[in-house]
């Protein structure tokens, strides 16, 4: 399983970044796909998911109508699109994939596929 994440950078609060992950090694339609963070200091947390089927997602309450998350069945990717950031969501942004029998399930833990990730810098 190979996940190479790309589309990081530094903007301004308020701004916007799309976040891609690249994918390789690994049946796409037979795994749920998610992004996680970590802040400098804290530990990684959970911040969207995406179903098997596309058509179901979820995310973290802070990232809630801000981010949204999406996957392209036919190019093997998976997209964060981020907007109205703020400095609070500075962090290195992780792509994750987890093989998952239910089609539409979107569990938030148990991701045993990491990318390397791509840093997120919100300036103030």
């Known amino acids: 399983v190979q996940l190479m994440e790309s589309g990081g950078g530094t903007v301004p609060a308020g701004g916007s970044l799309t976040l891609s992950c690249a994918t390789a090694?690994?049946?796409?339609?037979?795994?749920?796909m998610g992004w996680f963070r970590q802040a400098p200091g804290k530990e990684r947390e959970f911040v969207a998911v995406?179903?098997?089927?596309?058509?179901?997602?979820e995310y973290e309450d802070s990232v809630k109508d801000r981010f949204t998350i999406s996957r392209d069945k036919d190019k093997n990717m998976v997209y964060l699109q981020m907007n109205s950031l703020n400095p609070s969501d500075t962090a290195v942004y992780y792509c994750?994939?987890?093989?998952?029998?239910?089609?539409?399930?979107?569990?938030?833990?148990?991701?045993?596929?990491w990318g390397q990730g791509t840093q997120v810098t919100v300036s103030s």
């Open positions: 994750v994939a987890k093989e998952f029998m239910l089609v539409h399930a979107t569990p938030r833990y148990g991701f045993d596929n």
């Open positions: 090694g690994f049946t796409f339609s037979n795994y749920i």
């Open positions: 995406v179903s098997r089927s596309g058509e179901f997602t």
